[in-house]
Every structure is written in structure tokens, then in C-alpha cells.
């Protein structure tokens, strides 16, 4: 199947906006790591690589809107599905928390696993609208 000029483009920004962020998040380690930095350096250093995870939102809502109405369905209600499963999973290792010595969880999961979960569900939600 070829891909459209909307996927192509999709695929092109997300390669270029993934190799920042691959290289602002090493960069950002390599300085911390071998230099002595004060405070707010270092925080603006950790932040660095948040600037291409938000430019993912304007690349993947061009990449929505430019989808016809079912894939632009699938895509958001996989979404959806990504975002309430690891609501619910993270509110209930914190309940769970709260009454045994489990580890906390680190903040940075969050989002791979609602990319992950989001992505499982867009093949078994898929399937219904075929």
C-alpha cells in the first residue's frame, strides 16, 4: 500500500523531530554529567528535550485532520483508550501505594506507556470498523 502525501510528511517531521530529541536528551546528559553546572542551567538542560515532544502535538494533529473521518476515529478513540488505561493503572498503583511498600513509579513512563497502550489498542479498534 502506497502512502499518502499526508503520511509522508507525518513520517518525515516525526523522524526529524525524534533525532532533536534524541540529541538534546544525550546532550543534555553529557553536559550534566562532565560539567558543574548551577541549578537553573541544569533545569533548563532537563527541559531542552520537552521542546520536540510538544512539537509532536502540531505534527500529529496535521496528520489527524489530513486522515479521513473513520482512520481520524480509530486514531482518537485508541487515544482515548491509551489515556484511560493508564489513568486508571497509575491511580490504582497509588491506591495500592498508600498500604504497602511498593516503589513509586517515575513520572517519565507516563507517556511511553500511553503511546504503547494507544498503539495496542489501534489494532483491536481497527478491526471493528472493518
Request: proline residues 5%.
Amino acid at each position: 500500500m502506497a502512502m499518502t502525501p499526508a503520511a509522508k510528511t507525518y513520517l518525515r517531521r516525526m523522524l526529524l523531530i525524534f533525532t532533536l530529541y534524541t540529541v538534546l536528551l544525550f546532550g543534555a546528559v553529557w553536559t550534566d554529567n562532565h560539567f558543574e553546572l548551577a541549578q537553573p542551567v541544569r533545569i533548563i538542560l532537563s527541559l531542552l528535550p520537552v521542546l520536540p515532544v510538544i512539537a509532536c502535538i502540531g505534527t500529529i494533529m496535521a496528520f489527524v485532520r489530513a486522515m479521513d473521518e473513520v482512520q481520524a476515529r480509530i486514531v482518537l478513540e485508541s487515544a482515548l483508550i491509551g489515556a484511560i488505561v493508564v489513568a486508571v493503572a497509575s491511580f490504582t498503583y497509588g491506591m495500592l501505594r498508600g498500604v504497602t511498600d511498593w516503589p513509586g513509579i517515575y513520572e517519565f513512563w507516563y507517556l511511553p506507556a500511553f503511546i504503547g497502550v494507544s498503539g495496542i489498542s489501534q489494532i483491536f479498534v481497527k478491526r471493528r470498523y472493518q
